[in-house]
């Protein structure tokens, strides 16, 4: 089986975590987040990049066959910098979907709604510009929820209020679909939906992201026994237990099945 190392700024990988465990169970996982350090999302790009290979060196250091930058603020200003420097491991990135969302909107118009690293970076620019001007999109930087997420506020008033505020110039552009642009979004999808209804379409790409893990898999010769449930050690470099009871609360998947362990990990 392979050991597979899913990093992001704190919880937000979790969301991918969740997939990857329900498409790939077999495997062993090492879960790093950065938490002493979210957000991310309003950092400088250089740090950004740098932090992000640092995290990525630790853990090709722990012998993982694959990393996944589960962050897409890390993959908009990080991953070729990652992959030119880590090339003999598969590094797999998280960008917005903002091409299915093009495709998917009746009406031609798609929020954005991501950090504002993420919206800035030349990368994210460069994915807008191959898609068809055909298509509106409202880009919205999240700015404050990260950091509410992180403190298990999901759901409270403050975070709906905040919400409310970020939604509102694509609620009022009419837009019918919106792209969860960064991987803490997904823990959102409950308040959204009280906020916009059940009629705008939420797209995010854990599913695609885990289809090419599995891609990359194969390719190493990594193949499945889907009768075992393999381990998931959780890296927090600020609150190791936190990040284990917010890990059960958060994930659909069953972590019982899986045998355990966490660490704290301040020197990375
Ligand atoms: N979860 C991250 C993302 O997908 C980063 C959020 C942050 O730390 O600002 O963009």
């Known amino acids: 089986m392979a050991l597979i190392g899913v990093f992001d700024s704190g919880i937000g990988g979790l969301s991918i ?28 790009s250089e740090w950004i990049a740098a932090r992000s290979l640092e995290l990525c060196r ?71 510009e191959t898609l068809p001007s055909s298509c509106q999109f409202i880009k919205q930087a999240g700015a404050g929820l990260v950091p509410l997420i992180e403190s298990g506020q999901a759901n409270s008033e403050e975070t709906l209020g905040l919400l409310a505020k970020h939604l509102e110039p694509i609620q009022d552009a009419g837009a019918d679909t919106l792209v969860l642009g960064c991987t803490h979004y997904p823990f959102l999808r409950k308040a959204i939906r009280k906020l916009l209804g059940d009629s705008i379409n939420l ?7 885990v289809r090419q893990l599995k891609r990359k898999l194969e390719h190493l010769n990594q193949a499945p026994d889907r009768q075992q449930h393999g ?13 284990l009871s917010m890990s059960q609360e958060l994930m659909q998947s069953d972590l019982s099945r899986h045998t355990l362990a966490w660490q704290l990990e301040c020197n990375i």
């Open 58 to 128: 630790y853990l090709s250091s722990q012998a993982c066959d694959a990393i996944v930058v589960a962050c897409n603020t890390a993959t908009a200003q990080a991953i070729a910098h990652i992959r030119s420097e880590l090339s003999n491991i598969p590094i797999i990135g998280v960008e917005p979907g903002i091409k299915p969302a093009a495709l998917q909107s009746s009406k031609g118009i798609v929020g954005v709604l991501a950090t504002e690293a993420t919206l800035k970076s030349d990368k994210f620019n460069a994915l807008l």
């Open 231 to 243: 381990s998931i050690t959780f890296i927090s470099s600020k609150d190791a237990q936190a990040l």
């Open 17 to 44: 975590l969740d997939e990857a465990l329900r498409q790939l169970p077999e495997h062993n996982y090492i879960y790093l987040a950065d938490s002493l350090h979210a957000p991310y999302g309003e950092r400088s």
């Open 203 to 209: 797209i995010d790409t854990s599913d695609a992201v």
